[in-house]
């Protein structure tokens, strides 16, 4: 069983122990008896590609974000730095991309290229260092940064209160609760408790929610 005090950046690999903490708490004790198991991620081999990917789909359905993508990598060839600076604006927007996030790519490829941002070893900094490394690029907010720490890094211990499904459960589930106090339960385990919140919404509306 994995030990409650691991370190809270580094990946699980299972859900065995994040399981049994969480579930002491009765509501995640429900959510996790009607959900069943999830699966475990594994940090991406490639950030910087990742992070360009997901700033793509934003905002997007499942199968527009994924014909858009596809549509870059053939514009591209390869998701890279160098070829993002390479290829005009007006190209990349041709792809289907608004001009916000052609700019935001842009801005990605930008600090990867200067060095502003450090890819090749983001994966190694605690999370509110790659927070704080991200978050000043235009179009890169803290909730980007969340769901690129949880779906992407494979952080363990991480809750956006910038997501409104995740901050209407703690309303309405934790009514005379406060948030921080119910995230202190579910540490050093909440990316997994926040995965669990949306999949009981996809589950209650048969669709629909972030990914969990």
Known sequence: ?????ILPDVPLAHHEGALTHLSMEPVMAELIALNGELPVFSPTPDPF????RNVTGQQLSVKAADRIYARL????????????????GDDLRAVGLSWAKVRTIQAIAGAAHSGQVDFAHLSSLPDEEIIRELVPLPGIGRWTVEMFLMFALARPNVFSMGDLALRQHLERR????PAAEVLALWAPYRTLAARYIWAEGARSKKGGGAPA
């Open 1 to 5: 069983m994995l030990s409650e005090s």
């Open 49 to 52: 590609g990742t992070l360009v």
């Open 73 to 88: 990598v053939e514009q591209l060839g390869t998701i890279s730095a160098p070829n993002i600076l390479a290829t005009t």
């Open 174 to 177: 934790h009514p005379d609760q």
